[in-house]
Nanobody, 116 residues
């Protein structure tokens, strides 16, 4: 079965960095685009970053452009989100997701708290 497991969240000061990882299993990872979303209490999940399957092209929410970088390692079935210059408003639960055979799958999420 499809499984997505995020890790790497934590507490960081404003201006700091974190790298999130999402380990995927149960599907042919290299054939599927991957996404990172985030969610704060009372709000809908927001698409943060996208990476395509073949070309590795990327797209970002305006709020994180120039600060976040999504990447993938198809040999390790893992997608990453490098987050630099973190701001208070980046505090959220971060989820990776994939649409596999027309079904959306989500990990359990990893909490990122930006606080001084």
């Amino acid at each position: 079965q499809v499984q997505l497991v995020e890790s790497g969240g934590g507490l960081v000061q404003p201006g700091g960095s974190l790298r999130l990882s999402c380990a995927a299993s149960g599907f042919s990872f290299s054939n599927y685009a991957m996404n990172w979303y985030r969610q704060t209490p009372g709000n809908e999940r927001e698409l943060v970053a996208f990476i395509s399957s073949i070309s590795g092209s990327t797209n970002y929410a305006d709020s994180v452009k120039g600060r976040f970088t999504i990447s993938r390692d198809n040999a390790k079935n893992t997608v990453y989100l490098q987050m630099n210059s973190l701001k208070f408003e980046d505090t959220a639960v971060y989820y990776c997701s994939a649409r596999v055979r027309y079904v959306d799958y989500w990990g359990q999420g990893t909490q990122v708290i930006v606080s001084s």
